[in-house]
């Protein structure tokens, strides 16, 4: 029996969304708002690849042991979360840059952006938490037919809604 399969359902958590510092709470947010929407669980961290290593790599295996399938990082700056987080998991690592400083988060995406080889970090547009949480739920969703039902869902509701803008703009009935 794996150890997944040996912690409580209390304890599991499908996907771990960490961030450099308090400060990018707000940004990062809808990554957790989308995977809940999703009815995945999800644990919020604050931990540092540069400030906190022992501890963001000890959180990482920790994770990896209570079943997470994924990870999304956000971080500023050097933007060296996903990438440390990467070299303590074969799980998927998605990167989400924080805008800030005089670059205004060019500097962070193109950090996580550009991982070396074997180490990848799949990255979302600068302040794209939302869009990694999305895409963490169209990863689990290849082993879930559930989640692939909801991630199916989610969408259609966006295509509706899009749909409805457009018959308003022309000037017709919602469909």
Same mark, same amino acid.
């Given at each position: 029996?794996?150890?997944?399969?040996?912690?409580?359902?209390?304890?599991?958590?499908?996907?771990?969304?960490?961030?450099?510092?308090?400060?990018?709470?707000?940004?990062?947010?809808?990554?957790?708002?989308?995977?809940?929407?999703?009815?995945?669980?999800?644990?919020?961290?604050?931990?540092?690849?540069?400030?906190?290593?022992?501890?963001?790599?000890?959180? #990482?295996?920790? @994770?990896?042991?209570? !079943?997470?399938? %994924?990870?999304?990082?956000? &971080?500023? $700056?050097? *933007?060296?979360? +996903?990438?440390?987080?990467?070299?303590?998991?074969?799980?998927?690592?998605?990167?989400?840059?924080?805008?800030?400083?005089?670059?205004?988060?060019?500097?962070?995406?193109?950090?996580?952006?550009?991982?070396?080889?074997?180490?990848?970090?799949?990255?979302?547009? #600068?302040?794209? @938490?939302?869009?990694? !949480?999305?895409? %963490?739920?169209?990863?689990? &969703?290849? $082993?879930? *037919?559930?989640? +692939?039902?909801?991630?199916?869902?989610?969408?259609?509701?966006?295509?509706?809604?899009?749909?409805?803008?457009?018959?308003?703009?022309?000037?017709?009935?919602?469909?």
């Amino acid at each position: 029996m794996s150890d997944e399969r040996d912690q409580g359902d209390g304890d599991r958590i499908d996907v771990a969304v960490m961030m450099g510092s308090k400060s990018d709470l707000e940004t990062m947010r809808p990554a957790s708002r989308a995977l809940e929407a999703l009815g995945l669980k999800v644990e919020m961290r604050v931990l540092s690849a540069h400030r906190t290593p022992d501890e963001t790599a000890a959180f #990482v295996k920790e @994770a990896v042991r209570r !079943g997470v399938k %994924a990870f999304i990082c956000g &971080a500023g $700056g050097a *933007a060296h979360l +996903a990438g440390a987080v990467a070299a303590h998991t074969t799980r998927p690592v998605i990167g989400v840059p924080i805008a800030g400083g005089s670059l205004g988060g060019l500097d962070a995406l193109l950090s996580t952006a550009q991982m070396p080889p074997g180490m990848p970090v799949a990255t979302v547009a #600068v302040g794209g @938490a939302e869009n990694a !949480g999305l895409l %963490a739920g169209q990863i689990i &969703a290849l $082993g879930d *037919a559930a989640v +692939a039902a909801r991630v199916e869902a989610e969408r259609q509701a966006r295509r509706k809604k899009v749909l409805e803008s457009d018959a308003e703009v022309r000037g017709e009935r919602k469909p």
